[in-house]
């Protein structure tokens, strides 16, 4: 049990571009998704938390512009880096925990690189 | 100031002993502890939780000790495998703050046939 899917694994494209990163839980119930992201040799990094059906709650340093976040269902968190740069090049990670102080179930992360 | 540090230093183990993994952190006052293991390019996955008023949780070959006086967690595996190569990664909540996780930096162990 507790499947978080995080798609696409993968994306390679051009400098401007927007890109949407999507998280789901496969077999329970979300009500709060973690994004995250990941340099090289360094620990998880908070970009945002979210709770269905509210607005995202941003780190501090992360722009709410840069990093737009929908969690629109108990089970689909969607990420889009909007206009995308070199810099915006990371491994971004989702995870998913239901009610109370559950574990965080973690999706197998995007590799994003911008040309 | 806050912080939580794991092991440092790679980890190498041979095959069959037991592997010792530890977590310190300052300036907490966690309800929880969990340890996750994250393989290159994956997602972590969860293994363990330690509530605040648990000594020590087992689950197989997996143990955790959390001392809350010392602030420190132990994560032990016994009769390691090759295949238990990988990064372990501690995380405390943030008591009371939107149910956020604090990450160390995570060690890596590395068992030897």
């Known amino acids: 049990g507790a499947v978080v899917s995080q798609h696409p694994s993968r994306v390679i494209c051009k400098s401007g571009t927007s890109v949407k990163i999507e998280c789901r839980s496969l077999d329970f119930q979300a009500t709060t998704m973690f994004w995250y992201r990941q340099f090289p040799k360094q620990s998880l990094m908070l970009m945002a938390t979210?709770?269905?059906?509210?607005?995202?709650?941003?780190e501090q340093g992360v722009e709410k512009d840069k990093f737009l976040i929908n969690h629109a269902s108990l089970t689909l968190s969607t990420l889009t880096v909007t206009s995308a740069h070199p810099e915006d090049s990371s491994f971004y990670i989702c995870s998913a925990t239901g009610d109370g102080n559950q574990p965080q179930h973690f999706g197998d992360g995007t590799r994003l690189s911008i040309l | 100031s806050q912080k939580i540090e794991q092991n440092s230093e790679a980890l190498n183990i041979q095959e069959g002993k037991t592997a010792t993994l530890t977590c310190n952190y300052t300036?907490?006052?966690?309800?929880?502890l969990q340890w996750y293991r994250q393989d290159p390019g994956r997602g972590p996955v969860f293994l363990l939780l330690i509530r605040e008023n648990e000594k020590e949780k087992r689950k197989e070959r997996l143990k955790v000790t959390f001392d809350t006086t010392l602030k420190q967690s132990l994560f032990h595996i016994t009769a390691s495998q090759p295949a238990d190569s990988a990064t372990y990664l501690c995380a405390l909540d943030n008591a009371g703050n939107n149910r956020k996780l604090i990450w160390g930096l995570g060690t890596s162990l590395a068992v030897n046939p």
């Open positions: 300036n907490y006052s966690p309800a929880y």
């Open positions: 979210s709770n269905e059906g509210s607005k995202a709650t941003y």
